[in-house]
């Protein structure tokens, strides 16, 4: 058995939770929006054709703020495909997912279904093949009371009262040559930039967030967000990143180190904005939006995987099979988000149905919940308050991650991963939430928590998350092989902690006064 030591004290806090940290994302992509949450003549679809057994899914999975519609999709985007009488709205090539997008499902259902799931729409415009001009007029449609082309024309689809949208992602991955109409940074800063100005002054209310880097393996990577912040510093509040953790190696110690590097990402991002404001001496701080975050690579660099031929509605595509190893490695990226909550104020979890996705649906039939449910369930539940700074003393290990970027490997080296990952979140009334990874294969760690300035602390709920066998999934027939259990031996003595945590597992406790 290992040990480890924790520190943590109560006045030491990284930052606070925003609430949007809890995010997913729901694209028109294979079976996430048609078959996923919406499927008219399902058995538990509401007169809507929101499928309700889902909707109850979503509520348990607790995700706060939702993506939409895309992705690569939103870049051939056109809105306005998407509003009016259903009956006349025109089916079209999707170009990002070579399937046909009937379009009979659009904005405004997707803003009732926010409301029906009781989660915050965050929309993305289209800034590849359309520009500013599509964006601020939808933004007008979405927000503005009456009184004009845009507005009214809302009214007149059935819905009187304006959407009020906060939350504005200008265009997604435009650093990515895969993007329609793919841009250089410089040339997306100032599309993004005139972007931000007109749809602020359509609705001065929104926040707005601009496209980073689709990865830190893009060849790109900070140039782009040094030169994009540059253009837009003064008219966004937020840039993006994306990371999908991959196991192609098979090699199971490196996959579960690997969400360190989003640790990595995120203090290199702020280290470049933070230096874009250095320079006009401004005390402005932008914050991150990590918009795209899983675990995805079984279907990803496959392109049967990706694509079926024929132009489809809806394929079963991207549709990733998650194991209790997977789970464990986006554990790990839950305590990355965490643990940079005084920057990250917003993430989305990519994305919510069927395609690379906590939870899965059978076409007219059932809906379960995938490994990776858990995880995020935990850290929206529980993860809400001050993230406390935990000073940790464990063993490490030395690895390599891999990271395919076109034909090329990339490979980042680890020197000093600890097998102990946490994340400690003091909550209302003394409350403390310890969210905790045991990256060691084989021997069990032995935890001893010190936390200061919390009184008498007592257990009100301890979870484990392991399986004996790592590629153990959940299926439709055996939709609970990987489930919590009670976490046992959770020893609590005034502010003192002891637990123990088994070989590659993830543990959750919280701990009242
Ligand atoms: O989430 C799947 C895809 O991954 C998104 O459409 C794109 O933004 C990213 O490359």
Same mark, same amino acid.
């Given at each position: 058995m290992?040990?480890?030591?924790?520190l943590?004290?109560?006045?030491?806090?990284?930052?606070?939770t925003?609430?949007?940290?809890f995010?997913?994302?729901?694209?028109?992509?294979g079976? %996430?929006?048609? &078959?996923?949450?919406?499927?008219?003549?399902?058995p538990?679809?509401?007169?809507? &054709?929101?499928?309700?057994?889902v909707?109850?899914?979503?509520? !348990?999975?607790g995700?706060?703020?939702?993506?939409?519609?895309?992705?690569?999709?939103?870049s051939g985007?056109?809105w306005?495909?998407?509003?009016?009488?259903v009956?006349?709205? @025109?089916a079209?090539?999707?170009?990002?997912?070579f399937?046909?997008?009937?379009?009979?499902?659009?904005?405004?259902?997707?803003?009732?279904?926010?409301?029906?799931?009781?989660? =915050?729409?965050?929309?993305?415009v289209?800034?590849?093949?359309?520009?500013?001009d599509?964006?601020?007029?939808l933004?007008?449609?979405?927000?503005?009371?009456s009184?004009?082309?845009?507005?009214?024309?809302?009214?007149?689809?059935?819905?009187?009262? @304006?959407?009020?949208?906060?939350?504005?992602?200008?265009?997604?991955?435009m650093?990515?040559?895969?993007?329609?109409?793919?841009? *250089?940074?410089? %040339?997306?800063?100032?599309?993004?930039? !005139?972007?931000?100005k007109?749809?602020?002054?359509?609705?001065?209310?929104?926040?707005?967030?601009?496209?980073? *880097? *689709?990865g830190?393996?893009?060849?790109?990577?900070?140039q782009? =967000?040094?030169?994009?912040?540059e253009?837009?510093?003064?008219?966004?509040?937020?840039?993006?990143?994306?990371?999908?953790?991959?196991?192609?190696?098979?090699?199971?110690?490196?996959?579960?180190?690997?969400?360190?590097?989003?640790?990595s990402?995120?203090?290199?991002v702020?280290?470049?904005?933070?230096?874009?404001?250095?320079?006009?001496?401004?005390?402005?701080?932008?914050?991150?939006?990590?918009?795209?975050?899983?675990?995805?690579?079984?279907t990803?660099r496959?392109?049967a995987?990706?694509?079926?031929?024929?132009?489809?509605?809806a394929?079963?595509?991207?549709? =990733?099979?998650?194991?209790?190893?997977?789970?464990?490695?986006?554990?790990g990226a839950?305590?990355?988000?965490?643990?940079?909550?005084?920057?990250?104020?917003?993430? %989305?979890?990519?994305?919510?149905v069927?395609?690379?996705?906590?939870?899965?649906?059978?076409?007219?039939?059932?809906?379960?919940?995938?490994?990776?449910?858990?995880?995020?369930? /935990?850290?929206?539940r529980?993860g809400?308050?001050?993230?406390?700074?935990?000073?940790? =003393?464990?063993?490490?290990?030395?690895?390599? %991650?891999?990271?395919?970027?076109?034909?090329?490997?990339?490979?980042?080296?680890?020197?000093n991963?600890?097998y102990l990952?946490?994340?400690?979140?003091?909550g209302?009334?003394g409350?403390?939430?310890l969210?905790?990874?045991n990256?060691?294969?084989? /021997? !069990?760690?032995?935890?001893?928590?010190?936390?200061?300035?919390f009184?008498?602390?007592?257990?009100?709920?301890?979870?484990?998350?392991c399986?004996?066998?790592?590629?153990?999934?959940?299926t439709?027939?055996?939709?609970?092989?990987?489930?919590?259990?009670?976490?046992?031996a959770?020893?609590?003595?005034?502010?003192?902690?002891?637990?123990?945590l088994? @070989?590659?597992?993830?543990?959750?406790?919280?701990?009242?006064?």
């Open positions: 290992r040990k480890a030591r924790v943590v004290d109560s006045d030491f806090a990284i930052g606070h925003d609430p949007r940290l995010g997913a994302f729901v694209e028109h992509l079976r %996430c929006v048609y &078959g996923g949450i919406y499927e008219p003549g399902h538990t679809a509401d007169e809507k &054709g929101f499928r309700t057994d909707l109850a899914l979503v509520k !348990e999975l995700p706060t703020i939702i993506r939409y519609p895309g992705g690569n999709f939103v985007y056109n306005e495909d998407g509003v009016g009488p009956e006349r709205r @025109p079209r090539l999707d170009l990002a997912w399937s046909t997008e009937p379009n009979t499902f659009g904005t405004n259902e997707f803003l009732d279904w926010c409301k029906a799931a009781e989660v =915050e729409p965050m929309l993305a289209n800034l590849g093949t359309r520009d500013g599509a964006a601020r007029n933004v007008e449609y979405c927000n503005h009371r009184g004009s082309a845009w507005s009214d024309l809302r009214r007149s689809h059935g819905w009187n009262e @304006p959407h009020n949208v906060r939350f504005w992602c200008l265009g997604n991955e650093d990515g040559p895969w993007q329609m109409q793919h841009k *250089s940074a410089a %040339c997306y800063g100032a599309v993004a930039r !005139e972007a931000a007109m749809m602020r002054w359509v609705d001065p209310t929104i926040e707005l967030a601009v496209c980073g *880097s *689709s830190r393996n893009m060849p790109t990577f900070g782009w =967000e040094d030169t994009v912040i253009h837009t510093f003064d008219h966004v509040d937020y840039i993006s990143l994306h990371t999908y953790l991959n196991n192609y190696k098979q090699d199971t110690a490196s996959f579960l180190a690997s969400a360190d590097l989003m640790d990402f995120i203090e290199e702020v280290a470049i904005a933070d230096a874009v404001a250095a320079k006009r001496r401004s005390s402005k701080r932008m914050m991150l939006s990590f918009d795209e975050w899983n675990v995805w690579y079984r990803r496959n392109r995987d990706r694509v079926r031929e024929g132009w489809p509605v394929p079963a595509i991207l549709e =990733e099979i998650y194991t209790m190893e997977d789970a464990l490695a986006f554990a839950c305590i990355s988000l965490l643990n940079h909550a005084d920057r990250v104020r917003s993430a %989305c979890l990519a994305q919510l069927n395609a690379i996705a906590p939870i899965m649906t059978e076409p007219g039939g059932g809906a379960w919940r995938q490994t990776i449910f858990y995880p995020f369930a /935990h850290m929206s529980l809400r308050g001050r993230v406390l700074r935990t000073r940790v =003393e464990s063993d490490s290990y030395e690895t390599s %991650c891999f990271d395919p970027r076109g034909k090329e490997e990339l490979t980042f080296r680890l020197p991963v600890p990952k946490i994340a400690a979140v003091a209302d009334a409350s403390l939430s969210f905790m990874l990256r060691d294969l084989q /021997h !069990e760690v032995d935890v001893t928590l010190q936390a200061r300035g009184g008498n602390l007592v257990v009100s709920e301890a979870l484990e998350l399986h004996d066998d790592l590629q153990m999934t959940n439709k027939d055996a939709p609970a092989r990987v489930k919590p259990e009670p976490l046992q959770v020893r609590v003595d005034g502010g003192l902690l002891g637990a123990t088994k @070989p590659a597992s993830w543990n959750v406790i919280h701990l009242s006064t």
